[in-house]
């Protein structure tokens, strides 16, 4: 080959690894990144987001730039936030701007846009079947046979997406009403993520069948948040039946946790979502940010040279993560999946165990009905009915007829509409007997 050739040829892969490494950064490929913690990214500076805060008691919820600020700067007519403070603080992690848009339809038919109705349209939400909406039109007409205590607060909750507790659900407000009071707790199922619209959840579709709902749902959250929403809530909102949600998916604590004012169980970051505790130990956003950190570059620790030549650049951290991927190349972080991994079984169960007694313990002293609702993970394995049994003492109940392929959003984790329906028809059958007592006894006092 000539001199020439070679020359030519050299030069033209060193173009093409240049232009390889520039559409490879561009596009998010980060030397020195492995792809194994999804949603965490490097960041220049951590921003901490205000979606949530966490109160006296512990209790993880919205905070007031949700909603109290969102709602006053949120435009109905372009569905759009018109504070740019606001949008410094917020993330739409778990779909706050979406509830507003839905809201916004309740409350007035919002301009045309080709490109929210197909948004409409891939999301399987239609407006026609909000069920608050159409509640709130039987209300108008005098449809609605409950009292007028459930309609004002019904009617409070139509007015904002959340209320001033942090919740989005009725006012948490101590209620002398004829209806039954039902305290549901749980995460993003008893909140709505999924639902399309969100406001046809199973705990909005209860609400508009004439139960009192207190939907006490918070993302992301754990078995110690339930136990500390029932210690703070019940004896304000005196519910007189209380509905714990246990989602069979990630309601296993593999750590003890007890919530603190100070320590908010997760950080919602710029740089990703993480949990406050990732092995046992709380650690600050920055802290672990740094810790998350750690688990997601290389070279690690041990300062290998050949990880170190792969960090430098995006196509070598392809190389390295595929070497990975296959187990040729070692990393800090499997040690610590691999102690994750092996926490036993036992004692995650006795662990989590700890907290949904202590909610059956509540109820009992002030001698409230308690259902241990169960939400099966129905697309990864089977649920262990054993478990629930030692969990619950042998106290819960679990629907039967819920199918992965059609009652969870997308073969996600969360409940579709469908799913919302037939879910709300399981927690109907387990309260109608409360109901019917609470009425008869209502109906005793007035004669």
Known sequence: MKKSNIVLFVFSVIISLLFAEFVLRITGTHPGFIKSFDGFTIVDNLRVYKNFATDEAGIYKFSPWVT?????????????????????????????????????????????????????????????????????????????????????????????????????????????????????????????????PQQNSFVDLLLSRGYLVYAAGIPGTDPAQYAAIAKKYIPILKPDVVVSCLYTGNDFMKYAREPDAHRPHEHMTNAGLFTSNPYGKYLSAEEGYRFYVSLSTFPDSTNRLFDRICSYTSIGSLVWNFLYNKGMVSHVSQKFYSNESMIPADSIYARTKVYTKRIQ???????????????????????????????????????????????????????????????????????????????????????
Request: with cysteine; hydrophobic share 35%.
């Open 68 to 196: 109290d600020s969102l709602l006053k700067y949120f435009d109905c007519d372009t569905r759009e936030n018109t504070n740019p403070e606001i949008e410094k603080v917020l993330y739409d992690g778990d779909k706050v701007y979406y509830i507003y848009e839905c809201f916004c339809k309740q409350t007035k038919t919002p301009k045309f846009s080709l490109y929210w109705s197909l948004l409409e349209y891939m999301n399987g939400g239609d407006a026609d079947t909000n069920c608050l909406v159409e509640t709130h039109h039987r209300i108008l007409q005098n449809q609605v046979t409950a009292d007028e205590i459930w309609k004002g607060a019904f009617m409070e909750y139509f007015s904002r997406p959340f209320n001033q507790d942090g919740f989005r659900s009725i006012p948490f407000k101590n209620y002398a009403t004829k209806q039954l009071k039902v305290l549901v707790i749980g995460d993003s199922f008893v909140y709505g993520m999924d639902a399309h």
């Open 361 to 447: 313990s509540i109820c009992q002293n002030d001698s409230i009905p308690f259902i241990q609702a169960v939400i099966p993970e129905l697309d990864v394995r089977p649920v262990d009915t054993s478990v629930l049994s030692f969990l619950f003492d042998g106290q819960y109940s679990i629907p039967q007829n819920l199918d992965a392929q059609t009652d969870y959003y997308k073969r996600a984790i969360h409940f579709n509409n469908n799913g919302a329906y037939k879910y709300a028809n399981f927690l109907d059958s387990l309260l109608k007997p409360y109901a019917r007592a609470k009425a008869l006894t209502f109906a005793t006092k007035i004669l």
